[in-house]
């Protein structure tokens, strides 16, 4: 998250804002490496990108192909009912001449 984010929703935060670090641009593989060997000397945990897309990424795949399923069926539904709602209307309109 940006500095500006944390500092813009301050409620929103169990922890003191003091403790987030921002990297400079283009400085974010060395601010990570750095908290990763800075971080257990104290006893304190570090959460970074690399961390969080090794947590995340065998998860996602369970995750993005159910709703990618449930996306295409909704879509021929949606396909099918208008088919059948266009049958009905031509239908009436052939009826009522």
């Known amino acids: 998250m940006s500095l500006e984010f944390a500092e813009s929703h301050p409620d929103s935060w169990k922890v003191n804002l003091s403790l987030v670090v921002v990297p400079k641009t283009g400085q974010k593989a060395a601010l990570d490496s750095w908290l990763k060997a800075k971080s257990p000397a104290r006893g304190a945990s570090c959460s970074h990108y ?18 990618a399923v449930r996306s295409i069926v909704a879509v021929v539904a949606a396909l099918a009912l208008a088919g059948l709602n266009y049958l009905f209307v031509m239908q009436r309109s052939e009826l009522a001449c």
Do not use: A, D, K, S
Request: proline share 11%.
């Open 50 to 67: 690399g961390i969080n897309r090794l947590c995340f990424q065998p998860g996602e795949l369970t995750l993005v192909v159910p709703v």
